[in-house]
């Protein structure tokens, strides 16, 4: 059975770049389609983008071209950059497998963005 | 971009009851030549990560109750949960992977009365 573990700093300073990484076991992480999703307080779900086979990408077009997502084979890792960050992007963020109809979900981080 | 727009905002209901919530699409998640809508069906409660309940706008996933049920084609589509229970209690998107930027709806919140 797979597991996630979204891991990273819960504090990030406004126009610093985010950095995530999602600890997988169960599945390699070399195959596959790895999403990630963040939810704002109070708010409703935001899809960030997938890579699929450690190279493929898609990412939501609305975030300027500041994410990117790359796999670490070598750990089984999945990575977030989310760079310039502002406190529009304090959120609770969650990877997940799949591309799409995701049933497997880590249980989320916090990101505050603040100085 | 594909706007998901979700009705009612929230939803009070006693026990046993039928839950209805409405999901449309600015425009259309079906793919003809597949047959298939593009709509999926998340439930979230407090603290917890999205679930996913139903998929291609109505295929139940495994082990979830069969009281949870999703119909509708093209941009229409609704989530029923019948005899509501405690468990239930949570936040319900509908989300569309129909296009390459995928969207979901704002939400809408089942409580019980």
């Known amino acids: 059975q797979v597991q996630l573990q979204e891991s990273g700093p819960g504090l990030v300073k406004p126009l610093d770049t985010l950095s995530l990484t999602c600890i997988v076991s169960?599945?390699?992480?070399?195959?596959?389609?790895w999403s990630w999703i963040r939810q704002a307080p109070g708010r409703g779900l935001e899809w960030l983008g997938f890579i699929y086979n450690s190279a493929t990408t898609s990412y939501n077009p609305y975030l300027n071209r500041r994410v990117t997502i790359s796999v670490d084979a070598s750990k089984n890792h999945c990575s977030l950059n989310l760079s310039f960050v502002t406190a529009a992007d304090t959120a609770v963020y969650y990877c997940?497998?799949?591309?799409?109809?995701?049933?497997?979900w880590g249980q989320g981080v916090l990101v505050t963005v603040s100085s | 971009d594909i706007v998901m727009t979700q009705s009612p905002d929230s939803l009070s209901l006693s026990l046993g009851e039928r839950a209805t919530i409405n999901c449309k699409s600015s425009?259309?998640?079906?793919?003809?030549?597949?047959?298939?809508?593009?709509l999926a069906w998340y439930q979230q409660k407090p603290g917890q990560p999205p679930k996913l309940l139903i998929s291609w706008a109505s295929t139940r996933e495994y082990g979830v109750p069969d009281r949870f049920s999703g119909s509708g084609s093209g941009t229409d589509f609704t989530l029923t949960i019948s005899n509501l229970q405690a468990e239930d209690v949570a936040v319900y998107y509908c989300h569309q992977y129909y296009s390459t930027f995928f969207t979901f709806g704002p939400g809408t919140k089942v409580e019980i009365k």
């Open positions: 169960g599945d390699s992480v070399s195959s596959d389609y």
């Open positions: 425009q259309s998640v079906l793919l003809s030549s597949k047959n298939k809508n593009y």
């Open positions: 997940a497998r799949g591309e799409y109809n995701w049933n497997d």
